[in-house]
């Protein structure tokens, strides 16, 4: 990623604590919806974290973010990915790792690879990735980054976030 | 062809002066009493492939610590010791010749040599080469797998790293085993930690370099603020504002010193290089355009040398007016040089003229002393002496002409001599006087004349011509030479405070451009992403983590088939294992004991277990011990000379430990092996000896050898009877 990103996701990192997943969440989501998402559905609380409809087709995503290089899924994430894909959506696990020489990884979900619990390095997710995606929503990111830092950062900053969501028309809160 | 042993020769072994014997195909059996040379016959083929491996106390065997190689004659000395053991190969008949010549040392290599079928000799390491082509077994190998001695067998069994050794070796799975290693090691999560890793390290030198320009830049900034230029004034275009004050100056200067400076292009950034370099040039160019200082130091040259010309001008005339003025003053006061030159030809004459008439008078007045001479010694005083003529008063006369009027008269002609002579003086010295002052005059005239001449040589050409006066125009030259030199003084200032200014805007422009590239390198290092590398270095990640992904399921396929392999491998071996086990034990249908495989933590280890599941070795007798090390050691035979390697057996005393019936089914099981690769076995009389002395099948060489001569102790190994059957 840019330095400059790093540096923000950092510093908003630092500032947000436990919300920085979701503010990140939502960020990416505004990221989807500038990158022409038709619909983006934000789960706040339950299931999957974000359900978008791009280029006609159903997506689920577990959005995860970390510090370092790893990540750890839990089985109610898995479970949830999974039962996206019986429904018919294409389920990703999207990752934002910490480092500077990471990017958003998009990774097709394949069920029964990845072991709830266990602690899995970002590099393994990188032979799924889903380039496309990634590549629609990676500017749009650190455009959202950039424009929305201080409203993430601040005392509400998913209320603000939620309330820059609820302008795009295709957003959605479940 | 594998090769094969068919002949044994020695000489001085152990045992043995000297002795030869052929082996069979298929079983060669030595048979005697204890101490008849069974032990050193057998001894002595291994001894030939590998001599002092074999007999070293660290061979691992313990009966090698009191082995003696040499034969010991009757006096007790060793002497030369030779083995020959010929091998039968594809291409013929092979000779392995080991020699030590008596008094050897320990550490002395012996010397061995391969004799090939073609009749050319190898030695040394090409000799032990040419064994490993062959195929034959390493002493490693030779002694775990294919050699039995006199030693019991439970210390082949006892030691556990040993026994799992020696099982591994049975079953092949050593190979096994480094292949599980080598597929263990290629887990993909040791790779992905390994590309973690590296992108670990990738970062943290990425986050360096992208802090450095930015330091660098911060270098700068301080730099120069240290030189007037405060950050906030610090813009892209300062450097070019800079350069081209710079060449705005050099132009004013070169107006003001008279010279037309030639100046870069700055137009824009990039001719900026072109005129960091004309910058750095300018001051010396400026001072060769200007020639002040060459300027300078002429005028100054000619000023001076002017000026010390105009100032011996003065003095000059001052020194010929003084002269002039004291000619004028002598010729006034006693004429001119012709006047006094005229009045002192007349006063020599009037001088000349009173001497003449002193020395007449002189003359008379000698003449009138010389005549009263004579008259005052005459007879005649009256009487003229000279006529005679009769001249009264003539003595008194003269004498009165003596004493009162003549001596008047030549003092008064006396004083009118001396008077003119002092006259004559006198205009002498006057004139020599005012010749003097005339010269001097002319002289101090010809010095003004030269003071002159050199201040025409400073004058403009024409000078002459323009008729003014010399000193005037000197003065009017020197005033212009002195205003040239306060010109020129100036300019030397100004080109001084020009340069100095320009050494310090150079600075300046120096210090702004690399401002401004470490800028620039700032601004590229700070989005990496947008670079070509960056892209690359993900597809690099993007294809090791899909390489990683592809190694474990490769692994996983290649591990499970390693894992079913192995267990076929020991299914097989265990089947072989039993088979010999139950020949000896006469209970063949029995499970007997198995190899079994177990991975710890430090890795595979074998042992073995009975049918059901248990370690058995804490429970069998020395008899079973013997059965089990026995049956697996023809067991890694029939596994080696199945596999296509070479392989031949030799058992020292295998019946050891074993009763009748074990050692009938021992000759069972040896006899099945020896259809399979050669078998030599030494044995003493007895249940063993016997069923493979009278056996048939597979064919077999029988050597009975003598007993030992109790009154010849020295006599050595001898063979009693041969039989092939």
Not at chain 1, 21 to 41: P, R, S
Not at chain 2, 103 to 124: N, Q, T
Not at chain 2, 304 to 328: F, I, S, T, Y
Request: aromatic share 4%.
């Amino acid at each position: 990623m840019k330095p400059e990103v790093h540096e923000r996701l950092r510093e908003l990192s630092d500032e947000t604590d436990k919300e920085y997943g979701k503010l990140v969440q939502k960020l990416l989501a505004i990221a989807f919806l500038e990158a022409g998402a038709e619909a983006v559905t934000d789960r706040c609380t339950q299931g999957i974290d974000l359900e978008l409809t791009w280029r006609g087709r159903r997506r689920a995503l577990e959005v995860k973010t970390c510090a370092g290089g790893t990540l750890r899924l839990g089985a109610k994430d898995l479970a949830g990915l999974a039962a996206r894909e019986e429904g018919g959506a294409t389920a990703y696990v999207a990752v934002l790792g910490g480092r500077l020489l990471d990017e958003w990884i998009i990774a097709r979900f394949h069920r029964g690879e990845l072991a709830p619990g266990e602690l899995y390095s970002i590099t393994r997710l990188r032979p799924y990735r889903e380039a496309e995606l990634e590549a629609a929503v990676a500017a749009k990111f650190d455009d959202a980054l950039h424009e929305h830092r201080a409203a993430a950062a601040g005392r509400n900053g998913q209320r603000a976030l939620d309330d820059v969501l609820a302008r795009y028309p295709g957003y959605r809160r479940a | 062809m594998t090769p094969r042993p068919v002949r044994i020769e020695l000489r001085g072994f152990r045992g043995w002066t000297e002795g030869a014997f052929e082996l069979d195909r298929d079983l060669t059996v030595i048979v005697g009493p204890n101490g008849c040379g069974k032990s050193s016959a057998v001894n002595a083929l291994e001894w030939c492939l590998f001599g002092r491996d074999a007999e070293l106390k660290a061979s691992g065997i313990d009966e090698r610590a009191d082995w003696e190689v040499a034969h010991l004659d009757e006096r007790g000395v060793a002497g030369d010791v030779e083995v020959r053991l010929a091998l039968e190969t594809g291409e013929g008949t092979a000779r392995l010749v080991r020699r030590r010549p008596a008094g050897a040392k320990p550490r002395d290599e012996d010397d061995f040599s391969v004799e090939l079928p073609d009749e050319s000799v190898l030695r040394g390491v090409e000799a032990v080469q040419w064994m490993g082509a062959a195929g034959l077994p390493e002493w490693g190998t030779w002694r775990r797998a294919l050699c039995q001695h006199q030693e019991t067998a439970r210390a082949r069994l006892t030691a556990s790293g040993d026994r799992s050794t020696l099982l591994a070796s049975l079953l092949g799975l050593e190979t096994h085993e480094s292949a599980r290693e080598v597929l263990e090691g290629c887990k993909p999560g040791a790779l992905v930690k390994e590309i973690d890793e590296e992108v670990g390290a990738l970062e943290r030198d990425l986050l360096a370099r992208l802090a450095r320009p930015a330091e660098e830049q911060e270098e700068c900034e301080r730099g120069l603020a240290a030189l007037d230029l405060e950050r906030e004034r610090l813009r892209p275009t300062l450097a070019l504002e800079l350069a081209r004050g710079l060449l705005e100056r050099a132009r004013a200067l070169g107006a003001e010193l008279g010279f037309a400076p030639e100046l870069p292009d700055c137009e824009s950034e990039h001719e900026l290089p072109r005129v960091a370099d004309w910058v750095a040039r300018w001051p010396e160019r400026a001072r060769e355009a200007a020639r002040v200082d060459a300027r300078l130091r002429r005028a100054s040259g000619l000023r001076a040398k002017l000026d010390a010309a105009d100032q011996a001008v003065g003095p000059a005339e001052e020194r010929w007016r003084q002269a002039r003025d004291r000619a004028a003053g002598e010729v006034r006061a006693r004429g001119d040089v012709a006047t006094q030159e005229r009045l002192l030809s007349e006063a020599r004459k009037a001088r000349d003229e009173a001497e003449a008439a002193l020395r007449r008078d002189d003359a008379a007045r000698a003449l009138v002393r010389d005549a009263r001479e004579v008259l005052r010694h005459a007879h005649d005083p009256e009487a003229c002496p000279v006529c005679a003529a009769r001249a009264p008063g003539l003595a008194a006369r003269l004498e009165a002409e003596l004493a009162a009027g003549g001596e008047q008269r030549h003092a008064a002609l006396e004083d009118d001599c001396g008077e003119r002579g002092a006259r004559v003086e006198e205009l002498e010295r006057g004139l020599r006087a005012t010749r003097e002052l005339v010269q001097a005059e002319a002289d101090a005239r010809a010095s003004l004349d030269r003071a002159h001449g050199a201040l025409s040589e400073f004058l403009p050409a024409g000078h002459a011509a323009s008729g003014r006066d010399p000193l005037a125009a000197a003065r009017a030259e020197l005033e212009r030479l002195e205003r040239d030199v306060r010109d020129l003084e100036r300019g030397r200032r100004v080109l001084d405070d020009a340069l100095r200014a320009h050494h310090a805007d150079a600075e300046r422009l120096r210090a702004v451009q690399r401002w401004r590239e470490a800028v620039l390198r700032a601004e590229r290092s700070a989005d990496p992403t947008s670079s070509p590398a960056w892209r690359e270095l993900q597809a690099a990640l993007d294809a090791a983590a899909a390489f990683a992904a592809d190694l474990e399921a490769l692994g996983g396929m290649a591990r499970e088939a390693q894992e079913r392999a192995s267990e076929e491998r020991e299914r097989e071996v265990n089947e072989r294992l039993g088979d010999h086990y139950g020949r000896i034990t006469g209970d063949e249908g029995a499970a007997g004991v198995r190899v079994r495989g177990k991975r710890t933590p430090k890795g595979l280890t074998f042992d073995l277990e009975d049918a059901r599941g248990k370690r058995v070795l804490a429970t069998l007798n020395q008899a079973a011990l013997n059965s089990v090390s026995l049956a697996l050691l023809l067991a890694q035979a029939e596994e080696r000379a199945r596999a296509g390697r070479a392989a031949f057996v030799v058992l020292d005393e295998p019946g050891q430990s074993l009763d009748d019936e074990h050692q009938a089914g021992l000759a069972r099981a040896i006899e099945h092996l020896a259809a399979i690769c050669p078998v030599i076995v030494a044995t003493p009389p007895g249940a063993l000896a016997e069923r493979l002395v009278e056996g048939r099948e597979p064919s077999r060489r029988v050597l009975k050898l003598a007993p030992r001569d109790p009154g010849e102790p020295r006599r050595g190994a001898r063979i009693e009877s041969r039989e092939e059957r």
